[in-house]
């Protein structure tokens, strides 16, 4: 018999990392990243492109930091590659550990009336190393999943069936799973996961977690999310 945490229909629960517990990088650290790597200042979308297009394999652990960077987004040649990677790998890294107060403090609340949380991030090796030390993590969180270290980056089916079997398989009907992204809730719902499309409406993240006690006013942001069995 799995015992519920008091106050919730729910006996685990999953989340993303960014976009639900940390923020998105602001316009001006994707200012510094691209200046670092030599892109003139007034090409950061180009290099947000660039970013993006080599970043699965670098989420999924298939190559390494080193290959990532050299894979042409490095114009500058003022420095060797070799003197900068540290640079790239601290900058890029800092860029994805910045969290919500909000959202932790729910989370809080939350592990206080004995919810079983896990974490389920797209995340290269540097950044789940980063995101593991964290304090909150360590006392937040009953197991983290990054898809580097599975070799499996969201929305793959394998993902979530890591999720669940780092929460102790639980009941797929009784598990909650927070994104921010509709792609990966639809996914994680073919296993027959429920899902919260989380947009920023704390509100709405607050009514489905266990709490010991009535929660505090909580800001409210974005659109209108949305459970989905």
Known sequence: MTL???GSTFDAFVFDYNGVIGVQPPAEAWDRLAQLAGWPADRTPQFQQAFWARRNGYDAGVITSAQFWSSGLVLRTDRTFGDLLPELISADTAMWTEVDPAVIHLLRAAHRAGALLTLLSNAPHTVADAIDVTEWSCSLMSRTVYSARIGLNKPHRGAYEAALAAAGWPDPARTLFVDDRSENC????????????????LGELAHHLPQLHPAPAVREAGAASSVAA
């Open 4 to 6: 519920r945490p008091p």
């Open 186 to 201: 639809a996914a994680a719902a073919q296993l027959g996961m429920q899902t919260l499309h989380y947009t920023g409406k």
